[in-house]
């Protein structure tokens, strides 16, 4: 079992910076691919990046690629998501998730989920 906690989120002007962090109960965290996910009102869940357990592979959706870098500390059981050059169309609730397979935290059957946080990007 593990539980997710995400923090970091807020308010900030367009083109400001955001380090969203996501704190993971358990056992084990090294061994579960962790990700990020948004959603904005009206919109569907989507997926925004992903960490390999060890960190050494990560992936990024188009719309996020060279402003925002996915990051783990397995000694502390954290992932963090740093967010620079935020666009008001990067606002939505955003969840990190956790599951075995690097695949499967791509999606939304990902096997664990946190409660969100919301990130407001002003214009």
């Known amino acids: 079992q593990v539980q997710l906690g995400e923090s970091g989120g807020g308010v900030v002007q367009a083109g400001g910076s955001l380090r969203l962090s996501c704190a993971a109960s358990g056992r084990d965290f090294s061994s579960y691919a962790m990700g990020w996910f948004r959603q904005a009102p009206g919109k569907e869940r989507e997926f925004v990046a992903s960490i390999s357990g060890r960190g050494r592979i990560t992936y990024y959706a188009d719309s996020v690629k060279g402003r925002f870098t996915i990051s783990r500390d397995n000694a502390k059981n954290t992932v963090n998501l740093q967010m620079n050059s935020l666009k008001p169309e990067d606002t939505a609730v955003y969840y990190c998730?956790?599951?075995?397979?690097?695949?499967?935290?791509?999606?939304?059957?990902?096997?664990?989920w946190g409660q969100g946080t919301q990130v407001t990007v002003s214009s």
């Open positions: 998730n956790a599951d075995r397979s690097l695949g499967v935290v791509r999606t939304t059957t990902a096997e664990y």
